[in-house]
């Protein structure tokens, strides 16, 4: 597949904004400005851009506690997703979820989620409502590699194979669940042998590589919407920073030379290099770029510094809908 | 001639679903054979027949995957009713309704709406041992953005869900197995019985009973009894556990002075040490006697029918906890 140069500016500008967001984030959070945990997405930019990049404004995902990428690949608002993560009054949870519930359901983002594997679950009912209302929206669930060995991932990904959902599973696999390696929590390499198990078609791309997620997401998302049911996608990726926060901790579980080996296959640098000596693109243009999303972060870092605390009298508004009775 | 029409329990939630389904095409069920089979205790039954298995859906044996459909379809938009067959398989999917059904609204600042209704069958007296016979209500009770109910009745129980089914907060709808063939008077027409509202099912001067489910028909039968005693029973049944109608139990226990709290999940930790303790906060000048609460012991429920008769409260029990705040001789069963 030959992408446009549009698309393959769109996916460049989306893995830049995640990128500029979380080390904005991280520095917040290395400055004590930001309350709480941090999981960044640094690294794994090319599949929430990939796969977003192939969705409808209408289409529904569901997202992890790595959730920051998939909120800005599908369009989300850096003033409401800074002010969030500082717990301000004019953040998208208005200071009650922070950055593991990050969500925009106008954007049909569907939640961070704090539990890992609930996601999946949630994404099959959204699967099922848009195939009830025969709208031809589509669901993705978005998932690590660790969560396929919660018994929600096997649950949701059974039903929506038995259901025949319009749905993709994609998989970030970044090779680590929190601090553990994959091979020490399963018997397998690759995620994509679970999908057999179940009855879908899955399929293993280059993670760091946004046009190889792209076009699988493209083709799995139309066999979703036209009615040819779930499919897995594995993306192997990497997370630059640690699995909470940007400093090492002192934690040592992966070694440097491994990081630095990752680091050499940046999403972003290798896909710019990539699209400069095609000549689709030159630096100039990437530099604009760039600029104008960090100004764009700053503005939001800004309004979110500027922005008022909840006040105490908002414990109790919205438990329910409507009020308690 | 006002409509006397009677059904069982079990007829009067088929039928709430059934009228809630025909009035609204945002509402569909899904659970573990309650399509083609209609539920194990045929509590769906005849509703696949004539809504299509698009609307009453077969679902694989996955609590956790039921209620995350559930939540799913509610958050965008569907009036979704899901089905976990025994309610002690709650704890199968207690994540997908404590950590992401009941949260999410507020987690999310708001914006979130979940109608969603989560049907379920509890209590005991069947011989099914531990893990088919347990009333976790206190444990939904206890969570923040669930809502649950608990119907005594072939009335409340067709008005109660067609409450639940309309509201757009996640509900979980407790039938209670024991009383799916008790029948009563219900309504051929749709209507629908507020939530958090008590039913004073019984008035009376001397004590108050406050008692749910299968155990506020107990405690009626215990007044009963008591009446030829000369003592006169308040039973109140809350129907709805959360949200609780407080207001009608302590303006009760102000009139009779004297409480009994009785249901039949254990003693410790269970509802009826909430209401005890609300009661106490809110009206204690006016108790004669400490509010004394019936459930049963701290054990699993056993299997034996010689264990489980013993183990389960009944209008015997009830009748002696009465007696007990009234300061007078506890009677053998």
New interface residues.
Partial sequence: MDLSPATQFDLHRRMVRIRLFEEAAGRLAEANKLPGFLHLYVGEEAVASGVCGALNDDD?I?STHRGHGHLVAKGGDFRRMMAELMGKAT???????GSM?I?D?SLGM??A???VG?G???????????R??GRGQV?VAFFGDGSTNI??FH??A??AC??HLPIVFACENNEYGEFTPRDKTMAITDIVDRAAGYGMPGVIVDGMDVVAVHEAAVEAVERARTGGGPSLIEAKTYRFYNHHGVQNLGLKYRSDDEVAEWKQRDPIFSFEDRMIANGVADRAQFDEIWAELRAAIDDAIAFADESPYPTPDQVL??????G?? | MADQRKLPYVMAFNEAVRQAMEADPDV?C?GEDIGAFGGVFGTYSGLQATFGA?RV?D??I?????????????????R?IVDIMFMDFICVAL??IV??AAK???????????PLTITTAGGGGLSAAAQHSQSLEALLCHI??L?VVYPSNPYDMKGLMMSCIRE??PTVMIKHKRLLGMSGHVPTEPYSI???IANVAREGSDVTIVAYARMANEALAAAAKLADEGIECEVIDPRTLQ?LDTATIVESAKKTNRVVVVHEAVRFGGLGAEIASQIQELAFDWLDAPVHRVGAPFSPVPFSPALEQHYIPDATTIANGVRQVLGRPVLAG
């Avoid at chain 2, 999410?104 to 979940?114: N, P, T």
């Fill in positions: 529904h569901t953040g998208y949870c208005k200071g009650k979820g519930h969500n359901l569907l939640g989620n704090g539990i609930a999946s679950p949630i994404a099959v009912g959204a699967a099922f409502a848009n009830y209302r669901a018994g929600a649950e949701a059974n039903m038995a259901l508004v919205d438990v329910y809908t409507g308690r009775h | 569909f899904a698009d859906v679902t694989p996955s609590e956790q995957a039921i209620i995350g459909l559930g939540v799913g379809a509610a958050v965008t938009g569907l979704p994540d997908q950590n992401q999410l609204k507020y987690m999310f600042g708001g914006d979130a709406v979940l923040p953005g809502k757009d907060n507020p939530l958090g949200p």
